[in-house]
């Protein structure tokens, strides 16, 4: 998989996000896609050739493995990353929405006026799709997690697993390679995905306190308005528009 193509789309999520949200960014590229490519892919390469079972029975030893795996850690973990970041992309695809109404408003009314103050400002609809985001994320991270100890039975790997699927002729012992080694990646995986989870709640609060404490300001700075102008015209024809 070209994780390199990923990188150069989710870089232009970096633009829009908040502390957090550039945080959460280095913690994948770092502690998670460059994890995953340099040593985890390795680790679980000869997973299938090396898992060995204590008889010669045709078959046996692949259907064990099928039983005990149905679906591979690295796969998962692929899987786990493509859905985790892509929610990140509705960000983007809503500034370029902003950007091409940007476009058209000049057009229209001419280059000396403006829409939008910044179109990657979070407010209006782009704070909800922000917002939407980061609950598709974490909605994402949670489910992978507890698929992947509820496909294992646990986040540990053990060094013996005993089978008796068919065709094995009785119960037969079957020893997993590197069992330690998988342990350790597969804990330091998923503490990674634990705290994405914990930064992304923590930008969750973060952009609705700011939100909140924008609308007291903005509300407290209307109301010594009307008092100093009683008879103002608060025409909001605009800022409906830019509210998108």
């Not at 078959?59 to 970041?85: E, K, M």
């Not at 939407?132 to 790997?157: A, G, N, P």
């Not at 002729?169 to 079957?174: A, R």
């Not at 020893?175 to 995905?193: H, L, Q, W």
Request: glycine share 6%.
């Amino acid at each position: 998989m070209d994780w390199k193509f990923l990188q150069g789309l989710l870089s232009g999520v970096n633009k829009y996000s908040t502390a957090f949200g550039r945080i959460w960014l280095s913690v994948v590229f770092v502690f998670r896609v460059m994890v995953y490519v340099v040593a985890a892919e390795r680790v679980w390469s000869d997973d299938q050739g090396h898992f060995d079972c204590n008889t010669r029975q045709p078959g046996c030893t692949n259907i064990c493995y099928d039983y005990f795996f149905p679906i591979s850690h690295i796969r998962l973990w692929a899987l786990q990353l493509i859905f985790v970041t892509c929610p990140s992309f509705m960000v983007v695809l809503h500034v370029a929405y902003r950007e091409e109404r940007e476009r058209k408003y000049r057009a229209k009314h001419g280059d000396d006026t403006r829409l939008y103050d910044n179109p990657g400002q979070k407010h209006g609809g782009l704070w909800w799709t922000y917002l939407m985001s980061l609950f598709i994320k974490t909605t994402f991270e949670i489910t992978f997690l507890y698929l992947l100890h509820y496909v294992y039975d646990s986040f540990r790997l053990p060094r013996k697993v005993q089978c008796d699927v068919k065709p094995c002729p009785n119960l037969v012992d079957c020893y997993i390679s590197r069992p330690t080694e998988k342990t350790v990646f597969t804990y330091f995986m998923v503490g990674a995905s634990v705290l994405c989870v914990v930064l992304n709640i923590c930008e969750v609060f973060y952009l609705i306190a700011f939100r909140v404490a924008n609308l007291k300001h903005r509300g407290s700075a209307q109301t010594s308005s009307r008092r100093v102008h009683p008879n103002a015209d608060c025409g909001g024809g605009k800022s409906s528009l830019a509210s998108k």
